[in-house]
């Protein structure tokens, strides 16, 4: 764990979140300032800062990230229509919290200009 | 692989793609209609259909994709400035080929509202 990382306080319960879920390994909690009905960012409990620090022995963590996010999806019944994962890496993605986390995002379409990034 | 699927015939060769990395378990080519300077597809060579369709058993698989997302975005020179992971599941995120993939974005500024989803 790191000190001064804000993902990090919210797994310690030192900062209230709305926590969806948790394990050993990850804990998925609501976007405080939620892009769509349904926007859950999902994390290691491991301080990773971003995506470019995995290393190897993080993939299978980085796989459970998703198997998550299926789970989560699933009870927010998002299965039916669909939903998108984000990770945003650094300055240019608008990464602000240096603790790696996945942007689960649905419950309403997500235009197709963005579903590949264009407009972005 | 699955006989009617875009993505299976570019991994036959069947089809022409600009593939920029590959092994044994995955595929990464220039996405043809990019969306920024840099629009890479990672996907398996295992034909799965949606993210909703991973199994626990492709949790290492998942993390792999991420790996070479990685290693792709060193050698593309996005590592300094950063990037955008995208995993469009269903009709609501816009999936268009039925063949999990991870887009990679980068080599410009993604807007902060697109970074969360927000504008969507």
Do not use: W
């Not at 939620?34 to 999902?42: G, T």
């Not at 800062?49 to 299978?60: F, H, I, N, S």
């Not at 939903?83 to 996945?102: E, K, M, P």
Request: net charge negative.
């Amino acid at each position: 764990m790191a000190d001064d990382c804000v993902f990090c306080k919210i797994m310690k319960r030192e900062i209230n979140a709305d926590i969806v879920y948790e394990d050993d390994a990850v804990v998925a909690f609501k976007d405080i300032n939620p892009a769509a009905p349904v926007h859950i960012l999902i994390l290691p409990r491991k301080h990773i800062p971003t995506l470019l620090d995995m290393e190897k022995d993080d993939e299978a963590l980085m796989g459970h990230l998703h198997s998550v996010a299926n789970e989560i999806a699933r009870a927010f019944e998002l299965d039916k229509k669909g939903y998108r994962t984000v990770i945003n890496c650094g300055s240019d993605a608008g990464q602000i919290v240096f603790h790696l986390h996945l942007h689960l995002l649905g419950g309403r379409p997500l235009l197709q200009t963005i579903a590949n990034g264009r407009g972005a």
